[in-house]
């Protein structure tokens, strides 16, 4: 382990901040329209992403909602509590239990979980198929693999063992041998796929060939 930590801070790269969108800035994220009322009456609100907590006028409120995506809507702040997985249109939330009980929610990226990416690549041996930053391509090992600024879907991942795992593997790999979490991001995805709010980020990770 000691080698392997030598090896990878020997190769470290300097590391610029990704541009990732805003809490509340549209881009390429899902997005949810809900609803005061049922069947998309009444005062409404459009969350692009995430959101930890609700506007204050807006929590508990909602009775219906229009969502584009795949979505996690929880009764309880920061995705606590009791939630449930929605998607499309939902004209009333007491059909889901859910009526005036909504505080927090938090999109899907791609279709969850960090599957491999649409090319069907992820690393592949001889460097191919890296769906990350260019200046930061993999460095191949003898029993492992170096990714100095693991993403998905193009977006930072939230710190912690199980999103390295899920990283590693999603890439054909191994579980992780290492993984840095020193550095922080205003947005992130965490280990499920889902879009979540300032948190620390990966980086620097080793992943085991097998």
Request: with cysteine; glycine share 16%.
């Given at each position: ?75 309880d702040s920061d995705y606590r509590g009791r939630c ?127």
């Amino acid at each position: 382990m000691k080698t392997m930590l030598a090896a990878a801070a020997a190769i470290l790269a300097v590391t610029a901040g990704a541009a990732v969108a805003q809490n509340y800035g549209g881009g390429r994220q899902p997005s949810a329209v809900l609803y005061d009322q049922p069947n998309f009456q009444g005062r409404q609100t459009t969350i692009y992403g995430f959101a930890t907590n609700l506007p204050r006028d807006f929590n508990d409120k909602a009775m219906s909602g229009r969502f584009q995506g795949r979505w996690r809507i929880c009764e309880d702040s920061d995705y606590r509590g009791r939630c449930q997985d929605v998607n499309g249109d939902v004209p009333n939330m007491n059909t889901l239990g859910m009526g005036e009980r909504i505080t927090s929610l938090q999109a899907y990226a791609g279709g969850g979980g960090f599957g491999p990416p649409p090319s069907g690549g992820g690393w592949r041996p001889g460097g191919g198929g890296w769906s990350g930053p260019n200046q930061y391509r993999p460095t191949e090992g003898v029993r492992s693999v170096f990714f100095p600024y693991p993403t998905y879907d193009g977006y930072d991942i939230a710190a912690g063992s199980d999103s390295a795992n899920a990283f590693c593997r999603s890439q054909g790999l191994g579980s992780a041998a290492y993984h840095d979490s020193s550095q922080r991001a205003q947005q992130a995805v965490d280990g499920a796929g889902r879009y979540t709010g300032p948190t620390n980020v990966l980086r620097d990770v080793v992943c085991r060939r097998y």
